[in-house]
Structures are given as C-alpha cells and as structure tokens.
C-alpha cells in the first residue's frame, strides 16, 4: 500500500489551499490506485460545516476597488499606469502663487498661462456642462466689447480679466484630476497667500501708526500698490482653501501644523486689512463650519437656496427693506459712514443703468467710467449685469452654481460642506466688493468642483480595509492533519 503524494499547501489571498487523499487517514485502499484531489477553500471551524467556503466581508469603497484613471496608459497586464502631466502642473502652480502674490502679474500673465498650460498637458479637453459654461461666460465677455454702445478702448481690458479668469478655471479642472494633483496646486495658493499675509504683518509692524484695539478698522494696513480690499478678499479666499486641505489634503502632522498657522495668519492679516466685509465673511464662514457638523444636508440646503437669494435681493432691496441692517452692519468695527461707504448710493444707479441695456448690459468695466461717482458698483450682480448684461448673469451664475453641485454630488457630504463654506464665505464680499474677476476665487472655486469622495476619505477606507484584512487573518485555518 502506497502513500499518496501531497502537494504543498499555498495560501492565496488569505484562501487556504487544501489536499484531500483518498482513503482513511492518508492511506488508499488495497488495490485501489491513488488519487489526489485539489480544491481551494478556507474552512471555517464552528460545527461540522467544514467544507463550507468562508468569504471575507471587505468594504466595498472606492478607494478599495480603484478604477483606472482616463487619461492612464495601459501596462502589459492590462491594468492602467496613471500619468501626471507634470509641465502643465507645474505651471499651473505657479498661476496659483501668483494670483495670490502679485495680482498684477496675475492680471496679464494668468490667462495666456492658463492656455500653455492646457496645450501642453496633452489630454483631450473636458466636455462637461460646467467647463461648456465657462468657456461661453469667457466668450461672451469678449464679445459684450463689440456692443455698439461700448468703447474698446475702455471695455478691452475688463473682458481681458474677465476671460483670464475663466480660463485659468479651464485649466485647474483641465489638470487636476487627482487628489495628486490637487494638493500641489492648493498648496502653491495657499504659499502665496501666506506670503502675503506676512508682507502685510511686517509692513504693519514697520509703520508709523497703530491701532488702539485689534477691531479698530479706523486704521487700516496694506501693500504698497495692491487695494487694500483685495488683498482681504484674497486671504479670506486662501482662508477657505486651507480649510479645503486640512479636509482632504495631506494627513502629515507637520503639513497639517503649517496649514493651521497659515489659517491663523491669514485671518490676522484681514482684520489688519480693515476690511469689514472680508470680516464678515470670516465669522460666517466659521458659524457654517460649527452647524455643518450637526447637519451638514440642512446646512447645504439652506446655503444653497439662502446665498443666492440674497445676492438677487440685497442691491434691490438693501436701500428700502434691508436699510436697518446695512446701517446696522456699516456701524461695526468702526468707521462708520451710514451708507456702507457709498454702497447704498452707487446700487440704486447701477440698477437704473443696467435696466438701460438689460440683456446686453452696457460692456464692460464702462459703468464706472459713465456714472456720477465714478467708481464700480461694488456687487457682484450689479457689476456683472452691467458689463455683461442678463446673458453673462445667467451664464457667470450657472458656472458658480453648476460648479459647486460637482463638488455636493462628487464627494457627498463633505463635498456639500466645502461648497457651503465657499459661497457663505464669500456672500459678504460679492455684495458688498469687486471679486467678479479674481483668478484667486475662480482658481478656488475650480479646486473645489473636482473633490471626489476617493479624496475625501482615501485615509479612513484604507484603516477600515487594513482592520478588515487583520480580522480574516485573524481566523484560525483548520488543516486536515488538525481534523484527525
């Protein structure tokens, strides 16, 4: 009598493979020729179910069952290689430093920038409703200098800033499509934005005259050369990409330390700055990130319907309804003027001018140059019905809008929370400030629409796996010497 061969046992993926040999205890038969037999199969010990094959439970989540990347090239095993289009990430790295750094390099650089670093990536252009929106937004600026009203020599450069702004969106959507390649770009914004928080710091430092208390806005600091309301407004929009990182950025303790301290700079740099409504802006955005935490969906819903309704009410409204709380919020911080600095003098002439050319509008940037005051309107709605008319409204509303519900319908609930802090922190300078052509806001909002949830919990899938993966090893394999 012969003994049957055994075949070694291999362990596969946590599967246990098994011999089984004909015969009682190893042992064939007299006259009976040996046989082995092979199957794979984890056996479970409870009861006498022991041919039953034990399946691991694993988390079925994005980040445990990646799918291939659209722009990968394909290994010879079939699987995908992911690529990262580094020249064009690199420069648009750059655009982000300098929207921040230096607007007036932003202002004739960023948009030609923009377009190289969309050539050279080398993927084929993105066709979603968003970007279609953008880009129409972008030419129809261009287009609203050819209204027979306007003057090109006045309009040109508006609609220059307005399509820079635009096609520096374009292109962060056109190359970030990772969170790989997300956290180089908002890293670089963030850089610059706490580049100039500490410029601002300094130079306040180095001056003459100083405040009596940290909330007296009756002494205001800036850099030399830049408004000084867009410099706030720039770190209060470098304030809502720090918190974007710290949600779905890098989890290194050292990163996660730098992005707090440049949050705190940044906050300090726009109280120094004076600017009540980037202070607004702040406490807003900050009161939505604590009621975010206890119902994030009814915080989203009321955001989404609240901010908007507000942009279309208060230059209506703000003169006659709202007059009590304008006056009310003029009288904060100090330096108190009781019309919110001429706001509620320009708005009811912005709106009598936009109603002239309704649809059209009258081009842009040529309000500020035809009415009395001779400045802008200082609202988003007011600004962009009266260079772009009712069309560029429509059009520059549904990028925000369309823009933000990418981001709620790509990363769920966070993506729903980022949005919010985006727009509520931004109310109060779209109603009360020019940010209409700002590469910083548009650069962030861009960052913003392409959160996915593999992002956002890349970290918190890969410790629910490992845990997963510890308790199946974890469950003692049974051999057929141990069954006796």
């Not at 937004?137 to 050819?146: E, H, K, P, Q």
């Not at 700002?438 to 861009?446: I, K």
Request: charged share 15%.
């Amino acid at each position: 009598m012969r003994r049957a061969r055994r075949r070694p046992r291999a362990v596969s993926r946590g599967v246990r493979r098994r011999t089984h040999v004909s015969g009682c205890c190893g042992r064939d038969s007299p006259g009976e020729p040996s046989t082995v037999m092979t199957t794979f199969t984890q056996f479970s010990p409870t009861g006498n179910r022991l041919n039953t094959p034990y399946r691991p439970s694993l988390s079925r989540h994005a980040s445990s069952h990646p799918r291939p990347r659209e722009d990968g090239t394909r290994r010879p095993g079939g699987h995908r290689r992911s690529t990262m289009p580094l020249p064009g990430l690199v420069l648009i790295c750059v655009v982000a430093f300098v929207a921040a750094w230096s607007p007036r390099l932003a202002a004739i650089y960023g948009g030609p920038a923009a377009v190289v670093a969309i050539l050279i990536t080398l993927r084929r252009p993105r066709l979603h409703v968003v970007d279609v929106l953008a880009g129409l937004t972008a030419i129809w600026a261009v287009v609203s200098t050819l209204v027979d009203e306007a003057d090109p020599l006045i309009t040109q450069l508006p609609a220059y800033l307005y399509a820079s702004a635009f096609l520096v969106f374009l292109a962060v959507r056109h190359i970030v499509r990772s969170r790989a390649e997300l956290i180089p770009v908002a890293l670089a914004h963030v850089a610059g934005c706490a580049a100039t928080a500490m410029a601002l710091i300094v130079g306040a430092r180095d001056t003459g005259s100083q405040r009596d208390a940290l909330f007296d806005y009756n002494v205001r600091y800036g850099l030399d050369g830049i408004n000084i309301n867009y410099t706030s407004y720039t770190l209060v929009t470098g304030a809502v990409l720090t918190v974007v990182l710290l949600r779905v950025g890098p989890r290194s303790r050292v990163v996660r330390s730098a992005l707090f301290g440049t949050l705190a700079v940044s906050v300090y740099g726009v109280l120094l700055t004076g600017s009540k409504g980037a202070t607004i802006g702040l406490i807003a955005g900050a009161l939505y990130l604590v009621l975010a935490r206890f119902g994030p969906r009814l915080t989203w819903a009321v955001a989404r319907v609240g901010v908007p309704a507000l942009i279309l009410l208060i230059p209506f409204k703000a003169a006659t309804t709202f007059e009590t709380t304008a006056r009310w919020l003029d009288s904060l911080f100090g330096r108190e003027t009781g019309d919110l600095s001429g706001r509620l003098e320009v708005w009811p002439i912005a709106v009598s001018a936009w109603m002239e050319q309704p649809v059209t509008g009258l081009g842009p940037g040529l309000f500020r140059v035809v009415n009395p005051l001779g400045v802008g309107p200082h609202n988003l709605l007011l600004t962009v019905g009266t260079d772009l008319g009712l069309i560029g409204v429509i059009l520059y509303g549904s990028t925000i809008a369309v823009a933000l519900a990418c981001a709620a319908k790509q990363a769920k609930q966070v993506g729903s929370v980022l949005a919010g802090v985006f727009i509520v922190t931004l109310l109060p300078i779209w109603v009360t400030g020019h940010w209409e052509q700002s590469q910083g806001a548009w650069l962030v909002l861009a960052l913003v629409s392409t959160v996915t949830l593999d992002a956002t919990t890349r970290r918190a899938a890969r410790h629910r796996l490992m845990a997963d993966e510890g308790r199946v090893s974890a469950r003692p394999h049974w051999s057929a010497a141990a069954r006796g």
